[in-house]
């Protein structure tokens, strides 16, 4: 299969839902491939990693959109995106980053232990009171949707109230993340980035009345200074940042869609393997001090992000191939992450892989803000449920978004079997589970 024909098959629904066989059809013609004029795709990981911590590559800017989106600007969803750190380069994404990485620090990172653990014990015993009598749960809906929302809606001083609103007007809006994206599928993601827009436009003027200790009254000072005359300032040196108006709704929004959607779907995509793989499952029931690892392989296995785009500004040679400069690279997040350079065997899941340094949340500048964050739900998370839910099963063919950037799950049914109580630990049986010379060690 030549690369034009692999990737239409990655692009196609099909493709979509199950793109690691295409994967291996690209990465057969090296680990970066032309598939078109100055447009390349790149399948392995060390050429990956590379290219995202390259000072010549970039994210599409305003000018690169004028030539390859005519008309973007009509689009709030695509003007929103454009206007966050998501989609700019430095000086500017390097000033909105700054801005908000306070509220990511280690320390207080490492703080949310409680509130997350407490979070999630109160979701199961949702999950026990709605399948006590052996009826389905669906896992997205009752675990991996409000775990990570709540998080995020603390962070930025979200009504508690409010936190249902978000799943639907995210999946409409993150359409835009799509590789391609159709006028239908354009004018959704548009619907949802006017309802964010408007939410947070509120939410901005609650926190100017009355400030409070969380992200978002952050941001607003932010913008607004110490005092009224300096709202209109957009720009105020390295010791006085500023965002503008249309940075302070944007970053507020990408904050927010970025905070859930991608743990929604690590949570998702790592409870269906871990279910797919009981052996390595009772190891984490019977030792929870093994989740980080597995949450490394849990990443590599079935990245809940599998592309994100590059554009160079000066000539470099990648995987063998010379780059022009203009070139447009799709960095295959999901193909790198299953490289066989980098992980011998990658399409088995194996928690005990010697550190695994997956790809799922980038590299270089933009790395994932809230990935240190992410991680620390998916570690909470994933020994809690396997303890408390011991009987935990699937329920039928969970249903996956026809998505490709963002991979996960529309629905996920579970039977949830009987509990073992909150602290409970799992019976001695479970260890079994784990492989020779794994227990006490981390692996």
């Known amino acids: 299969m030549d690369p034009a024909d692999a990737l239409a098959l990655l692009m196609s629904p099909a493709g979509r839902v199950d793109p690691y066989p295409t994967y291996e059809q690209l990465r057969a013609h090296g680990p970066v491939v032309q598939a078109g004029p100055v447009f390349y795709l790149v399948t392995g990981y060390a050429e990956a990693d590379e290219i995202l911590r390259d000072a010549r590559f970039g994210v599409m800017d305003d000018d690169l959109r004028d030539q390859f989106m005519p008309g973007w600007r009509e689009s709030p969803a695509v003007l929103s995106i454009s206007r966050s750190m998501l989609r700019t380069n430095p000086p500017d994404h390097s000033r909105m980053r700054r801005l908000a990485a306070g509220a990511f620090t280690p320390r207080r990172i490492n703080a949310m232990r409680d509130v997350i653990e407490a979070q999630a014990d109160e979701l199961v015993d949702g999950m026990l009171a709605a399948g006590r009598d052996g009826a389905p749960v669906d896992f997205m809906a009752d675990f991996a ?17 409010d936190r249902p609103l978000f799943r639907r007007w995210a999946a409409d809006l993150t359409g835009v993340l799509e590789p391609e994206i159709t006028p239908e599928e354009l004018a959704v993601a548009d619907r949802g980035a006017v309802e964010l827009r408007d939410y947070f436009t509120e ?6 009345r009355a400030p409070g200790d969380d992200l978002t009254s952050a941001l607003v000072q932010a913008h607004d200074g110490p005092d009224p005359a300096a709202a209109d300032r957009t720009r105020a040196g390295a010791d006085g940042a500023r965002l503008s108006a249309d940075e302070l709704l944007a ?8 905070g859930f959607e991608t743990t929604t779907n690590l949570l998702g995509n790592g409870l269906v393997a871990l279910l797919d793989h009981p052996r390595e499952a009772a190891a984490l029931r019977t030792h929870p001090e093994f989740a980080p690892a597995y949450v490394e392989e849990l990443l590599r296995y079935d990245s809940p992000v599998q592309l994100t785009s590059r554009m160079s500004t000066a000539p470099s040679r990648h995987g063998g191939l010379d ?8 960095v295959m997040l999901g193909a790198a992450n299953r490289d066989p350079r980098r992980y011998p065997e990658p399409a088995r899941f194996d928690p005990w892989r010697p550190q695994p340094h997956p790809l799922s949340f980038g590299a270089g500048p933009h790395y994932c803000l809230g990935a240190a ?9 994933f020994p809690l449920l396997l303890r408390r839910l011991p009987g935990l099963a699937l329920a039928g063919t969970p249903e996956r978004r026809v998505r490709l950037t963002l991979r996960g799950y529309a629905t996920l049914p579970v039977t949830v079997g009987g509990p073992a109580g909150r602290g409970a630990s799992a019976g001695a049986g479970a260890d079994r589970g784990t492989p020779a010379g794994a227990a006490g060690a981390t692996p």
């Open 145 to 161: 949707y409000p775990l990570p929302v709540g998080v995020i809606c603390a962070l930025l001083g979200v009504p508690a109230a």
């Open 203 to 208: 939410l901005v003027r609650a926190r100017r």
């Open 251 to 258: 970053n507020l929004i990408v904050l927010l869609v970025a």
């Open 323 to 330: 780059l022009p400069a203009a070139s447009w690279l799709i």
């Open 373 to 381: 964050l992410a991680r620390l739900e998916a570690q909470v998370a």
